[in-house]
């Protein structure tokens, strides 16, 4: 699976788009993108994922480039339940298994 | 639909005891996977269990173990506790066969401390 890069932290402003974004520049053309998130002491939650085309659910969206070396996920009206350290995850489409590989993430501070 | 239940949610052990935590799936899913999360290491990926047989292993010593029932719950032990073993224990199910393209779910945790 490939490896993953993004961001440390973030700041974003209560009430704005959240654009968080992951670098996935050995992605094979069979890895889904996948995106978790973790509020403290809570298990991950999932968000979304995708494989080629740009996703939409009633939590977030998900741009993924045309060359799918990058993406970037969005929520659109970030509420203070939003902060929480949000993980990319690339997964074999055809993997049998379910072995996700979690990085350190990125931390969003939502902010009054 | 009722999500991941892991029990007990906290538990203190001391060093040398044996431990048994317990996760059930969400309905109709038929692989679950365990996590072990500590602030060092981050999450780590210990087992997955699909049709009581395990799928896949993590680099972790043979003091954890894991199984599944038939019903698709499954228990994970850890014996001979050491002190690095406090960690938060993640379980997290999913429907199984090709896993690319079925997310996992997660449960909140056995929260392990070894006095």
């Known amino acids: 699976d490939a490896k993953t890069t993004q961001p440390t932290s973030m700041d974003c402003a209560e009430g704005r788009a959240a654009n968080l974004p992951c670098n996935h520049s050995?992605?094979?053309?069979?890895?889904?993108v996948y995106w978790y998130r973790q509020i403290h002491s809570q298990g991950p939650q999932y968000i979304i994922h995708g494989l080629k085309n740009n996703e939409t659910n009633e939590m977030a969206s998900l741009i993924i480039t045309e060359d799918r070396k990058s993406s970037t996920l969005i929520l659109p009206h970030a509420t203070l339940r939003d902060t929480a350290v949000y993980y990319c995850i690339a997964l074999h489409g055809s993997s049998n298994t379910g072995k996700l590989i979690f990085g350190q993430g990125t931390t969003l501070q939502v902010k009054p | 639909k009722a999500g991941v239940t892991q029990t007990p949610r906290y538990l203190i052990k001391t060093r040398g005891q044996q431990v048994t935590l317990s996760c059930s799936p969400i309905s109709g899913h038929r692989s679950v996977s365990w996590y072990q999360q500590t602030p060092g290491q981050g999450l780590q990926f210990l087992f997955e269990y699909f049709s009581e047989t395990q799928r896949n292993k993590g680099n972790f010593p043979g003091r954890f173990s894991g199984r599944q029932f038939s019903n698709s719950r499954s228990e994970m032990n850890v014996s001979t506790l050491e002190l690095g073993d406090s960690a938060l224990y993640l379980c997290?199910?999913?429907?199984?066969?090709?896993?690319?393209?079925?997310?996992?779910?997660f449960g909140d945790g056995t929260r392990l401390s070894i006095l």
């Open positions: 997290a199910s999913s429907l199984g066969g090709a896993a690319g393209n079925q997310p996992q779910h």
């Open positions: 050995t992605i094979s053309g069979n890895e889904y």
